[in-house]
């Protein structure tokens, strides 16, 4: 639940903390995009992916900071040590379900482009792990924003069925698909997947909190916080490494390519 009010700490963290957020989302995605010719052409619309799935996040998060601006409010110059919640206002959680509904599909379809499978094996992965995506989102959503603690459960309980079989595609299927990528694309597709399994967990400690008596003003700003970093590693840090991939690829697939970027000794044998 939203508290009431909030201590001047209190509101300075979840300002900070979304300001971060919005910072990092913006200058990943602008960095994504100039990045472009460090790759091959075929790589690139992993890159655009990636690039776009940051400026969603970035956008989203410029209208939390902005509903959270408006829904906490001091009248005293300068800001008091309480800030209460303004009358007719109230903070936007579902700004975040638009954002996860969006980003978290793409998310996973950057993975599957980046690594450049057979195109057969390409639109199998894709049908199955974007549709149960969109589903984990939309059944957390009902729960995210009711106060009774069985419905709560109830719906998180639910979107927890896709989540597990999105991991099951992860490290099962999608590991059988990665025979034919050079060892160092394949030790940063694990470390990727490590990634969203870590980031991704953070969600539901968070979505349980209300649940497990976490409730009242430090708890939601937990949360908020918990949220705003998790995004980071899963969009800002995943992009990255679905850079570094491209890049390996692009090495691997033309030495000449590797030659020009001066990383002749990156260049790996294929399998």
Known sequence: MIPDELTKGQFDTVYNVLSLAIAAQLFTAIFLLAAQPRVLQRYRQALVISAIVCGIA????FRIFDSFKKAFVSDAPGGESVYKQAIGESFNEGYRYVDWLLTVPLLLMEL???LALARKLQASLLWRLIPASALMIALGYPGEISGDTTTRLIWGTLSTIPFLY???????????SLDRQSPTVRMTVSRMRILLFASWGVYPISYLLPVIGGDGPVAWVSKQGAYSVADILAKCLYGLLIYRIARLK???DEKSFAKDEGKEDLVEAKP
């Open 250 to 252: 692009s090495f691997s």
């Open 58 to 61: 970035a956008y989203h998060y």
């Open 112 to 114: 599957v482009v980046v």
């Open 166 to 176: 999105i991991l099951y595609v992860l490290f099962v299927e999608l590991t059988r």
